[in-house]
């Protein structure tokens, strides 16, 4: 006689699971300010903010937070890609590792976002009604270059659904 076990694993993402991640991100941004004090604390808990609902509604494709300087992205720069799982593993990576003292004159901080192949299957009306969710509201605006080139460092993970990290180096 011989027995077989299955396991059979589900994994809903929950806010909760939003939240884990987006903490990550937000702390990468707190030292980002500490080295460079920019993004203020308002615009942190904004992004944050903004960061949860995206994950929770499967809407991010990419963010970039980061300083540009004519019209690229230079150090320190991070961008962060959604992933879905499928069911496989990732590591949950502690945040940091940001570059102090990068040559940061004459750029702003900035944000860009783009939207995952969910959202372009909603309506317009859902759009609308999501972007009330928001804390803010992004303008259209072309994606910035990259003045290096992007380095995968970490991955944060939770509920099956992870972002994976890359910052911006120089050549």
């Known amino acids: 006689m011989s027995y077989s076990n299955t396991i059979t ?3 809903t993402f929950t ?3 939003a939240k884990h991640i987006a903490s990550k991100v937000a702390t990468d941004l707190k030292r980002i300010q500490r080295f460079y004090h920019e993004p203020s604390d308002s615009r942190i808990e904004d992004f944050e903010l903004e960061l949860i609902e995206l994950l929770k509604h499967g809407y991010l494709d990419t963010v970039t937070y980061g300083f540009k300087k004519n019209g690229s992205w230079i150090e320190p ?3 962060y890609t959604s992933k879905d799982l499928q069911g496989m ?3 949950d990576d502690d945040p940091g590792r940001i570059r102090p003292n990068a040559d940061t004159s004459n750029a702003q901080f900035y ?4 939207y995952s192949r969910k959202w372009l299957t909603i309506s317009e009306n859902e759009r609308e009604r999501f972007e009330k969710l928001l804390p803010f509201r992004r303008p259209n605006a072309a994606t910035p270059s990259i003045n290096g080139y992007l380095s995968n460092d970490k991955v944060y993970s939770s509920g099956g659904r992870s972002l994976e990290r890359s910052i911006v180096k120089s050549y």
């Open 15 to 17: 806010a909760t699971h």
């Open 9 to 11: 694993e589900s994994q």
């Open 111 to 114: 944000s860009f976002l783009s």
């Open 77 to 79: 720069t991070i961008q």
């Open 89 to 91: 593993s990732a590591s």
